[in-house]
C-alpha cells in the first residue's frame, strides 16, 4: 500500500509538471477515484485550453509509446548466428574505406539486440579500442552477450594478430562475468568474416583481465610489406 501512494504521487507530480493541472486538486481527487480518469476524462479537472492541450499532447505520446512497444516484440534484430551477425555488420560497415571503426552489439537472453555502438574511429589503417568502455556499456545496459565488429579498410578478409588478441582480451573480462563473447565479425569490402565461424573465437579466459588500450591494425602482412618497402 505503502509503494502504491509513492507512486501514485509520483504520477501526480508529473501530471503537474508536465500539464500545469494544480497538485492540490489532483491529490483530492484520486482519494476518491482513479487516477486514470485523469488522463482518460480530462474534463473531469474543469482544465483550462492550455492545461486540455497538454493533457492531449501526453495522451498522444503515450499511445505512441505503446504502439511502438507493440511493433518493437515483432521488429527485434535478433543475431543468433555467424550470417545473421554478419549480414547485419556489412550493412553497417560495408564499402567504408576512408577510416577503421570498431562496434560493439549489446544482446539480451535472446540474442535480440538491446544497442549496437560504435566505440571506436580510426585512420585507415588503425583504430584504437578501450575494453574499459566496452565494459562500461555492457553493464550499463545488462547485456548478457555481445559481438564485436570492425572494418578493413585495406579489403584483408583476414584477422590480424591485434584482432586475435583483442577478442582474447575481451574474452578474459567478460567471461567471469558470465556475459559471452559471441563472435567477432571483420568487415571487408562487399564481404565478412566471422571469428567464431573460422573456429579462432576464444572461449575461455587465457588471463587476467587487462584494461589496457589496444590498437587494432587492419593491414594485412603484404599490405605492410609493400608500405615497408615503398619507405625504404
Do not use: W
Amino acid at each position: 500500500m505503502k509503494q502504491e501512494l509513492q507512486h501514485t504521487e509520483k504520477f501526480l507530480k508529473g501530471l503537474t509538471n508536465l500539464t500545469g493541472l494544480p497538485y492540490k486538486k489532483l491529490q483530492q481527487y484520486v482519494k476518491t477515484n482513479n487516477p486514470f480518469n485523469i488522463l482518460e476524462h480530462p474534463h473531469i479537472m474543469e482544465p483550462n485550453g492550455k492545461q486540455l492541450e497538454k493533457i492531449g499532447l501526453l495522451n498522444e505520446f503515450i499511445a505512441s509509446y505503446n504502439i511502438l512497444k507493440v511493433y518493437e516484440k515483432d521488429d527485434k534484430i535478433v543475431l543468433n548466428s555467424s550470417t545473421a551477425s554478419g549480414q547485419y555488420f556489412l550493412a553497417l560497415l560495408g564499402g567504408m574505406k576512408d577510416k577503421e571503426r570498431f562496434m560493439v552489439s549489446f544482446l539480451d537472453s535472446g540474442n535480440n539486440i538491446i544497442e549496437t555502438k560504435t566505440m571506436s574511429e580510426g585512420s585507415i589503417g588503425q583504430a584504437p579500442v578501450y575494453p574499459r568502455e566496452i565494459l562500461k556499456y555492457a553493464l550499463a545496459c545488462d547485456c548478457n552477450a555481445i559481438i564485436l565488429a570492425h572494418n578493413h579498410p585495406g579489403g584483408s578478409q583476414n584477422f590480424s594478430m591485434e584482432d586475435k588478441t583483442l577478442t582474447q582480451r575481451i574474452v578474459d573480462i567478460f567471461h567471469p562475468l558470465e556475459i559471452k563473447v559471441l563472435d567477432h565479425i571483420v568487415v571487408a569490402g562487399t564481404s565478412y568474416t566471422s571469428m567464431a565461424e573460422k573456429g579462432y573465437l576464444p572461449y575461455q579466459c587465457k588471463d587476467t583481465a587487462n584494461y589496457d588500450a589496444i590498437i587494432l591494425d587492419g593491414t594485412s602482412v603484404k599490405e605492410k610489406q609493400n608500405r615497408f618497402q615503398y619507405i625504404r
